[in-house]
Structure formats: structure tokens, C-alpha cells
């Protein structure tokens, strides 16, 4: 699908110092992105970055490519302390569950998307050490957004087209 980004949220779009996620339609959102063979210096410094800028976006999850780094890299914070994970990867799904997403790449747009309720994943924390988790809910949806991140996949590849809509950020302070 392509997105028209009516006149009054064009300025979302813009990227500087102070807003440096990428936005749609850069290529990098839309490559795959290279696992991570060992967590180095530079991705930890990378990661702490990303969910400062993530917190500064008022997002609750960010993809390395979303920063223009196309390596298998997210951070999520649904609620409280922000997870840090490398080459996430979903072992088990169970369920499905609708709900709203909007995306730091696609500032002021929202739909609906169905996601697995419930995942079981397979990642390196930030440590760099082998970790499985059970997420569900809230949680689920961001790590699987996220993921689709790293694969160069959007929630408007899987969204209910009819229920897409424009909010500004400045009409509400959702997050
Ligand atoms: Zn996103």
C-alpha cells in the first residue's frame, strides 16, 4: 500500500538531530536486516541509543532500521523498563488478537492489525547471552511489530485497510 501523507502531518516526516527516525519510504525499512553475530561495544551504545530516542519519541518499541541501521536489533517498552533484544526470533504463536498500531516510521497514522495473542521468542539480551521469553498481550504485539521491523515489513502490509486513519500527535498524549 502506499501512503499519502496528507499536508498537516508532512512536518512528522521531516528528520533532523532532533527527530532521527527514519520515515517511510526510506529503503532501509524495507530490507532485511543482518543478524547480529556478536553483541559489541557499538551495539550496546546503539541500543541505549535507540531507547533514548524511542522514550524522546514517546514510542513503546524501535528496530535498528527505523535508527538506518539494518541489523537485527529492537527495543520494547510497553510499560516500565525498556528490553533490549538481538535477532529475535518467534518460536511458538498462539491465538489472535485485533488491536491499534500506529509506527515512529509512519508518524499520525493508526489501524487495527491481528497479531498472535500470545509468542514464544528467541533472542540474545543485552548482554549478548541466549534468552527465551513467553510474551503476551501488549507485549506480544510490540515484539512482533517490532520484528517485522527487521524482515523490511510494516503494520500497513498487515493492517484492516478500513480501519487506517490520520490522528496528530498533537490531538492526543497517548503514547
Ligand atoms: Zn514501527
Redesign the pocket.
Given at each position: 500500500m502506499e501512503i499519502v501523507v496528507p499536508e498537516a502531518f508532512k512536518p512528522l516526516f521531516e528528520q533532523s538531530d532532533d527527530r532521527p527516525i527514519v520515515k517511510v519510504p526510506a529503503d532501509v525499512l524495507r530490507a532485511k536486516a543482518a543478524p547480529v553475530a556478536k553483541v559489541t561495544a557499538r551495539h550496546k551504545h546503539l541500543a541505549e541509543n535507540m531507547v533514548k530516542i524511542m522514550k524522546q519519541a514517546r514510542?513503546i518499541?524501535?528496530?535498528a532500521p527505523?535508527v538506518g541501521v539494518s541489523e537485527q536489533l529492537i527495543v520494547i517498552a510497553p510499560e516500565g523498563s525498556a528490553m533490549i533484544l538481538y535477532n529475535p526470533e518467534v518460536l511458538e504463536e498462539e491465538g489472535a488478537a485485533m488491536g491499534e498500531?500506529?509506527?515512529?516510521?509512519?508518524p499520525g497514522l493508526y489501524g487495527d492489525v491481528e497479531r498472535p495473542e500470545k509468542i514464544k521468542v528467541k533472542a540474545l539480551n543485552r548482554k549478548g547471552r541466549d534468552v527465551e521469553l513467553v510474551l503476551e498481550g501488549i507485549d506480544a504485539r510490540v515484539a512482533l511489530?517490532?520484528i517485522?521491523?527487521l524482515n523490511g515489513v510494516?503494520?500497513i502490509d498487515k493492517v484492516d485497510e478500513s480501519t487506517l486513519h490520520w490522528r496528530h500527535p498533537d490531538d492526543q498524549d497517548e503514547d
Open positions: 514510542g518499541g524501535l528496530a527505523q498500531e500506529g509506527c515512529l516510521s509512519i511489530h517490532e517485522d521491523h510494516l503494520f
